[in-house]
């Protein structure tokens, strides 16, 4: 009778991190796609007459870029989006497939627990001598009583 549980457990474990990393590629990619649609919004013109012809230079057009600020943010919400998917996929591919498949090939090595007993207790220190000399003052009030 063979005991094959490790092997499953194992490709069971791979197959587990490909599928992570396959979700994690693709949200990505979805948030690629819309940093780029956000670009091209952000940078989309469309020329127009120009209002005030005294303070331009001659030669030059007037644009308006209508979809400027639905194109930032769609451009730094897939920015985020793509960061968080790509972090969440790497950490559950580490999770589902680097755990066991590095323990079943016996490459993970455990620190071994070394017990040591404790400490002993550092011993008081021996009481300051009473001073001599001068007496201590209060701020300038005069010496400090002794009760």
Not at 12 to 35: E, H, M, P
Not at 93 to 109: D, E, I, N, P, Q
Not at 120 to 144: D, E, K, L, Q, Y
Request: charged share 20%; aromatic share 4%; glycine share 14%.
């Amino acid at each position: 009778m063979s005991d094959n549980s490790g092997e499953a457990q194992e490709s069971g474990g791979t197959q587990a991190g490909q599928v992570a990393a396959g979700f994690a590629l693709a949200g990505c990619t979805i948030a690629s796609i819309g940093v780029l649609v956000g670009l091209f919004w952000m940078f989309d013109r469309h020329p127009v007459e120009c209002a005030d012809e005294g303070f331009r230079p001659m030669d030059t057009e007037c644009y308006v870029h209508p979809h400027l600020y639905a194109g930032t943010q769609l451009t730094l919400v897939s920015l985020v989006l793509g960061i968080l998917v790509g972090l969440a996929g790497a950490a559950a591919k580490a999770v589902l497939s680097g755990g066991s498949s590095a323990a079943a090939a016996g490459t993970r090595r455990e620190r071994p627990v070394v017990l040591r007993p404790p400490r002993p207790a550092r011993p008081a220190r021996p009481a300051r001598p009473a001073r001599r000399g001068r007496a201590r003052t209060v701020a300038g009030r005069g010496p400090v009583g002794s009760g």
